[in-house]
């Protein structure tokens, strides 16, 4: 990988742990407790693994990076749970629809995704 891209990788990577950061302050804001962010703590942990130089030049990076994005996939689907008081199940209604109590954090982080340039380049 050159340089160039691992370098835009990081940056992107960073941006992500902030909008996390932003998002556990205003969930622990909101009464979630430390062990309920857990998971999202253990997100954060694994991308700022991947701060490093040598991070995207190899395949221990690759599976670094894997690793970071399971555990926000986690951290994703444990919040949902503990969020959604309505009904003891969990249903993945596949749509693109943000609960209104997020609304503004979604627009805030594709705000921040355009004006950094990330999110319309694939890997």
Do not use: C, H, W
């Not at 891209?5 to 430390?34: E, P, T």
């Not at 926000?72 to 693109?96: I, Y």
């Not at 503004?104 to 990330?118: D, F, I, P, R, T």
């Amino acid at each position: 990988m050159r340089a160039q891209d691992a370098r835009q990788f990081r940056n992107q990577q960073q941006q992500i742990v902030g909008d996390l950061q932003d998002i556990r302050k205003q969930l622990s804001a909101a009464g979630m407790n430390a062990k309920d962010l857990t998971q999202l703590d253990e997100a954060m942990r694994a991308l700022q693994a991947l701060n490093t130089e040598n991070a995207y030049g190899d395949t221990k990076g690759l599976q670094a990076e894997a690793k970071a994005l399971d555990e926000l996939k986690k951290a994703e689907f444990d919040l949902r749970k503990k969020l959604d008081t309505s009904n003891q199940q969990l249903f993945l209604n596949g749509t693109d629809e943000v609960a209104p109590g997020f609304r503004e954090l979604v627009e805030k982080y594709y705000k921040a995704l355009s004006k950094k340039g990330g999110g319309g380049g694939g890997r």
